[in-house]
């Protein structure tokens, strides 16, 4: 256990602080520099050179990056000067950031710069006015973040536009470049430095007068060169270039400076596609849906077997998949939770370190079929990977294959985690967990998918020679991922899953409610409202399901069913204050914990 109480006798006791470095304001806390914002430093540790440590009590159990940052710009904001270290108490975990370049420290407090290091970070900071220039401009910035989703999404929408009137190009084109322009944008904005600034674009076109426009798209294509080599698994076309002339990357750049997009709420990248694909690609039938943060962490907390236990257990080896991750929305969440129940827990810090190795190498796996999705998915799980370390394996676990996706009985590839190189496996029984949100609807007709599945043939037997396999003609990819979750779970294994209404109510669909029921035990069925997907332009009927893959004995009871009229999101994709899945929550683990009489539909 790590309190800022406790960290305050280890800063005089252990680090060589004198009690008249510590500054709490008077048990007021310690104001920032900053106008508007309301947070306080409830301890800031300076000395004569400067302010070395400022520390922050966070009032939630959990810490978003979002939250996380604006604790950084209030560090680079104290007077005096910015801090070297913003250090945030959540829960009763300490966790220390370097506010140079905004990475999480791993270090136990003990071991956290003692008065004499910290005073020459102080030093070093000190002698750089254009760093210093730069953090505060980063610190303003996000202290001022876009906040509202409907003003944000209109910002994207205005890029997307400009590359439109500007380039004159295809849907696809559009794509592909919007995409590079968010990317460059999501890298420079986690470096307190970021270039990625209407000043650094002019500056750098005005000492390179002699390249005319060409100036602006090399200043563009050296932040996406840099982009490359920091996540060449995600960019392996080296010859990959930003294509827009140099009005569009001065109006793209002019649009986006503004916002911080690692700091605006939710999955950004998720968002940004979902975007795209309502607006852009309707009629091609990409298949793909996001699911809203609110049904996703409905689904984890409905999946723990105690109201504050961690979802997987590492120790145990446990792994979790979703065959069709998109933009690795439910990913992210696993492994977040996964982190925060980690570091807050006390004991040998080796173990935990190597804990939080597996949980990067050996722990979330995912699949995708369609390309734009992956790399999404891919970079979205490095961004929020935290640790540096798993930064540079999470995503090498994120499958892609553009002919069958996570439609295929047993997969297996290469990875690569610098100090070890193996072969992955993703195949029968080989998981604790699926979570997942499958396309609705969506025919797959590939007779290689067909055939390997129960519900993608038919048996045809004749008397002169051997029975064969027929595949249908198609076959709904959710009816093909039910059947291949429950192949690939271990006995005993949790499936949750968002199902259209359809497969739990048509008489077409009655085999495969008869397959479900025998080989899992259904545990809960919640009906969502029409407007959960609405943002994506769906109005289909949908359920979370929760099933439990049979083990031998295990006999189908009672199912916990209910109805939620909100949850917590507006047709247009919004967030609401209207949100029945809490409710809904504490009473399935009321039912859990016991029988009772329980009236769960919403009045």
Sequence with gaps: MSTINEFRRLLTSTLGFSPHHLDDGAGQGVATAAKGTEIRADLLVKTDEGNCYAVFVHPALTLSDS??????????????????????????????????????????????????????????????????????????????????????????????????????????????????????????????????????????????????????????????????????????????????????????????????????????????????????????????????????????????????????????????????????????????????????????VAKRRELLKRLGRDTIFACEIEEKAARLGKLNLIIHAVDPDNARTLHQNYYFNNVCGGLKPEITFK?????????????????????????????????????????????????????????????????????????????GGKLLIVLADGVLSNSSAKPVRDYIREHAVIKAVISLPTETFASTGSSIPTNVVYLRKKRPGDEQGDIFMARADAVGRRANGEPSPENDLPFILEKFREWQAGPSDLAVDQP
């Design 67 to 348: 939250e996380a940052n604006r604790y950084k710009a209030c560090a680079i904001l104290m007077p005096g000067g910015p801090a070297v270290y913003c250090v945030i108490q959540v829960g009763d975990v300490l966790r220390s950031f370097l506010i140079e370049d905004g990475h999480e420290l791993q270090e136990p407090p003990e071991q956290y710069d003692g008065v004499r290091d910290a005073e020459e970070m102080v030093r070093e900071l000190a002698t750089s006015e254009q760093t210093r220039e730069r953090l505060r401009q980063w610190a303003e910035k996000t202290l001022t973040t876009e906040s509202s989703l409907s003003r944000f999404v209109k910002i994207l929408e205005g890029c997307w536009q400009d590359i439109w009137d500007i380039e004159n190009q295809r849907n696809d084109w559009i794509f592909d470049e919007f995409s590079r322009f968010l990317f460059i944008k999501l890298n420079e904005d986690s470096k307190p430095n970021g270039a990625f600034t209407l000043s650094r674009l002019k500056s750098y076109c005005h000492e390179n007068q002699h390249m005319g426009a060409q100036a602006a798209c090399t200043f563009v294509n050296q932040l996406f060169d840099d982009l490359k080599a920091r996540y060449s698994e995600v960019f392996t076309n080296e010859n990959e270039t930003v294509l827009s002339s140099a009005d569009t990357v001065e109006r793209v750049i002019e649009r986006l400076e503004g916002i911080n997009l690692r700091d605006t709420e939710g999955d950004v990248l998720g968002r940004a596609f979902e975007i795209m694909l309502s607006d852009t690609f309707k009629g091609k039938d990409l298949g793909q849906f996001f699911t809203p943060r609110e049904v996703v962490g409905f689904m984890i907390d409905l999946a723990r077997d105690k109201p504050d236990s961690p979802i997987l257990s590492l120790e145990g080896g446990e792994r979790m998949l979703d065959a069709c991750a998109g933009s690795g929305g439910f990913l992210i969440s696993v492994y977040e939770d996964l982190r925060r129940q980690l570091l807050s827990t006390n004991g040998d």
């Design 415 to 491: 990875v690569d985690f610098g100090d070890e190189r193996r072969e992955q496996r993703i195949g029968a029984a080989a998981f604790d967990l699926v979570m997942t949100n499958p396309p609705f609807g969506k025919a797959v007709k590939r007779e290689s998918i067909l055939l390997d599945y129960r519900f993608g043939h038919e048996i045809r037997t004749f008397k002169t020679k051997p029975s064969e396999k027929k595949p249908r003609n198609s076959q709904d990819s959710e009816v093909l991922f039910i059947e291949h979750y429950l192949r690939i779970l271990k006995p």
